[in-house]
T-cell receptor, first 111, second 109 residues
Framework: KAGVTQTPRYLIKTRGQQVTLSCSPI?????VSWYQQTPGQGLQFLFE???????NKGNFPGRFSGRQFSNSRSEMNVSTLELGDSALYLC??????????FGPGTRLTVT | AQRVTQPEKLLSVFKGAPVELKCNYS??????LFWYVQYSRQRLQLLLR??SRESIKGFTADLNKGETSFHLKKPFAQEEDSAMYYC???????????FGKGTKLTVNP
């Protein structure tokens, strides 16, 4: 099976703009989770989707949102970008209760 | 609240030496514990989970509920073990992983 894919792999945005990141899970996986990875804070959970429903949300401001489509693909959106949003955004997919497989990440740089 | 602590940010050993990466957790229930590894320029991948009690690439980890620890051990480190190692906790009924800050392991020749 193909692994988790994320697009785009790299992104440069300006403060105040918004951005949408995409994640395609492994075929058959219905759960998608998003994480933010930064040198200072490490890996932090953003949210988890299962069958188009958000099941869990981390401690991030409302500027961070996400959704999942019927084919399990997921997107996350960050509005009004701040410099501190610069990070590697990781997506992970799993077949509920089983192992999570991570994508390569999207490197977001906010200038 | 769930918390995972990896006390060492950096760990450096020589090839052939034993290595232990420490992980302590706080969680009131029965968590699932994992070790993830991230090699240079590669994606995060699962190394071990406590439920399977298996040895992967020579690494083992034992869950000690009394000490709330899940230390990762390898008797003879190899240069290819150099990577970032993350300990993670997952509570039942959720896919959410709580990660430690990670330990960068360097194995010197």
């Amino acid at each position: 099976k193909a692994g988790v894919t994320q697009t785009p792999r790299y992104l440069i945005k300006t403060r105040g703009q918004q951005v949408t990141l995409s994640c395609s899970p492994i075929s058959g996986h219905r759960s998608v989770s998003w994480y933010q990875q930064t040198p200072g804070q490490g890996l932090q959970f953003l949210f988890e989707y299962f069958s188009e429903t958000q099941r869990n949300k981390g401690n991030f401001p409302g500027r961070f949102s996400g959704r999942q489509f019927s084919n399990s693909r997921s997107e996350m959106n960050v509005s009004t970008l701040e410099l501190g949003d610069s990070a590697l955004y990781l997506c992970a997919s799993s077949d509920t209760g089983l192992l999570q497989y991570f994508g390569p990440g999207t490197r977001l740089t906010v200038t | 609240a769930q918390r995972v602590t990896q006390p060492e940010k950096l760990l450096s050993v020589f090839k052939g030496a034993p290595v232990e990466l420490k992980c302590n957790y706080s969680y009131s229930g029965s968590p699932e514990l994992f070790w993830y590894v991230q090699y240079s320029r590669q994606r995060l991948q699962l190394l071990l989970r406590h439920i399977s009690r298996e040895s992967i690439k020579g690494f083992t980890a034992d869950l000690n509920k009394g000490e709330t620890s899940f230390h990762l051990k390898k008797p003879f480190a190899q240069e290819e073990d150099s990577a970032m190692y993350y300990c993670a906790l997952r509570k039942g009924g959720s896919e959410k992983l709580v990660f430690g800050k990670g330990t960068k392991l360097t194995v010197n020749p």
